[in-house]
């Protein structure tokens, strides 16, 4: 127990812990309702604003008058619906893939697929700046994790020169969650056909959002036939729940008999996956919401970078403004919530020393409005705690 008590300590102390939740009493727009406040959300991964669509609501209902509330089972045994079924199809059409395969969740989709594709033979190299759960997937299946600078190809190619195995993955994030860029995948697919290597993509965060029709960041780079394993999300853009991964049928034969958390898992309820078909139903057909939100994005990047704030230069909606220090990024995030807005700082560990910033995420429902007062108040805190001159 001293231990812990020690460890929240010092947490405290480097202004790296993490306090009680800010609970919602309302649906997840841009505005909602937050601890009884009415409050301007920029931290969402709902950038289409899909989570409240009235079109996914009355499919979610639907869905749950015919079926009920819970699946009742894995898939393997009772927890496959037709649903499920149309939903894979759509996925692997929508991804130009001859299979996908549903997870409960992205997190279970990493975590099964590089577990049971990978053993100790395996050398795994995996971009720095990749999502935990592929870090924990590599972890679970005593393969060789081999980490290479973030998006950098130079030490790529090093790192497999040196540690390369018997079989070799390299997987990486599409869009990245902390700095919203894009990995380099024309570049990454030259190396991996090099050596030999097979390729995976996580792109919770470029579905919807990148690439033809919405389809992601594969598509954006046009390497859809290179990349071997896209895996994904239903909770971000697609406003849903739940993971996928596509690929070749076989790929995808393989994970339905040995990823573990596919097998053990009870299967999402049909309220969830309906809501999923209906969205990816309109990211195909309605272009629109993309090309506002990320011309939005732009505009709103470049007003902040002309203040005086760093700024990665990004082609998402994913906005980080470097603060630096963690505690200035805490009360710069904690003073505008009490304006009524909500951008969560993001501190170590989650992202390296120094590098503490406000990850501010923009969904195509916000108004010109509604970002002109965000960043007037930005601006302000910004200026209060010496992060820009004014
Ligand atoms: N990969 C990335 C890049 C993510 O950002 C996330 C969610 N934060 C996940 C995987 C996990 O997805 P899920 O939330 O569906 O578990």
Known sequence: MTNIHQMMSALKEKGLYREDFKHLSSEQAHKVEMEGKETILLGSNNYLGLCSDIRLKEAAIDATVKYGVGSGGSRLTTGSYDLHRALERKIADFKGTQASLIFNTGYMANVGVISSLCDRKWAIFSDKNNHASIVDGCLLNGSRLVRYKHCDMGDLERKIIEHRGSSNLIVTDGVFSMDGDVAPLDCIVKLAKKYGAITMVDDAHGVGVLGEKGSGTVSHFRVDDEIDIQMGTLSKAIGSIGGYVA???????????????????????????????????????????????????????????????????????????????????????????????????IRPPTVSNGTSRLRLSLMATHTDYELEYVFDKLVFHAKRLGVIEG
């Not at 393989?254 to 996956?273: E, H, K, Q, V």
């Not at 994005?297 to 002309?306: C, E, I, M, P």
């Open 247 to 345: 690929g070749k049928q076989c790929f995808i034969d393989y994970f339905r008999n040995f990823a573990r958390s596919f097998i053990y898992s009870t299967s999402l309820p049909p309220a969830s996956i309906a809501a999923s078909l209906k969205a990816i139903e309109i990211i195909e057909n309605e272009d629109s919401k993309r090309v506002h939100l990320l011309k939005m994005a732009n505009g709103f990047k470049n007003k902040l970078t002309d203040a005086g704030f760093i700024v990665s230069d990004t082609i998402t909606p994913i906005i980080p403004v470097i603060i630096g220090d963690a505690q200035k990024a805490v009360e710069i995030s904690k003073s505008l919530l009490q304006e009524g807005i909500f951008i969560p700082a």
